[in-house]
């Protein structure tokens, strides 16, 4: 299969209108995941003032959203609250490794897959995130300890998240054995695995260079306020 670098250019909008459509909801331009799903939402690569007008009338006065459709500015009367410059990494010869002691995890584990996210921050997941692609899992004594999965779809493309471990239970190498679990699933289908982490995130870059990975892009995540629909015409 021929795939095209450029869809990960712009992965949530990528993602949105091709193999997770279905959990896609549109205003005008604006494209976002069912709310339940996932938090994010997809401008077009070069938005225009209607995009913006669409973004605005889609999201509500005064909400914050998060911008990652490449190099862009919100327009006048926007606030930036926050910007998150990251990575993104690309398979660069990963051996995908299944793991005996992974197991799959549905929908009766999301209660524990919540509490372990909420408990290690490895960033966001909600309650019909596990509906985006496979999660693994590691059970000590029964409670769940590590997990990893998939999130993002750009055509040809997977997305490795939700990458965490317990505290208690780090050093153990269980993070990276649920990474290479995750990639032998990707792989098996013929598809390329990425993933994202914020350039502060030292260890977790150089862990995913270890197994494989390499930059590809640098973008900058942008948290922006939402304004009124008087300041946007």
Not at 17 to 37: K, M, N
Request: proline share 9%.
């Amino acid at each position: 299969m021929t795939v095209s670098f450029s869809a990960l250019d712009n992965p949530v909008w990528s993602s949105l209108s091709g193999p997770h459509a279905r959990f896609a909801e549109r205003h005008g331009q604006v494209l976002r995941y069912q709310t339940d799903v996932a938090p994010f939402l997809a401008l077009p690569d070069r938005p225009d003032e209607a995009a913006w007008r669409d973004l605005a009338a889609f999201a509500g006065p005064g909400a914050e959203v998060t911008v990652t459709a490449g190099e862009v500015t919100p327009p006048e009367g926007w606030e930036i609250v926050e910007e998150f410059p990251a990575v993104q990494l690309v398979d660069d010869g990963v051996e995908g490794v299944e793991d005996p002691e992974a197991i799959a995890l549905g929908p009766a584990d999301v209660p524990d897959m919540l509490d372990l996210v909420e408990r290690t921050k490895p960033g966001p997941f909600l309650p019909r995130t596990i509906e985006l692609g496979t999660y693994l899992g590691i059970r000590r004594g029964g409670a769940l300890v590590a997990m990893a999965g998939e999130r993002l779809h750009p055509p040809g493309f997977t997305e490795v998240s939700a990458v965490c471990t317990d505290p208690d239970h780090r050093g153990q190498g269980l993070a990276a054995r649920l990474v290479l679990a995750v990639v032998a699933g990707i792989k098996a289908r013929g598809e390329i695995p990425f993933l994202h982490a914020t350039q502060t995130n030292t260890g977790a870059i150089r862990l995913y260079e270890s197994l494989g990975f390499r930059v590809h892009r640098r973008p900058v995540f942008v948290v922006a306020r939402v304004a009124s629909l008087e300041q946007v015409g």
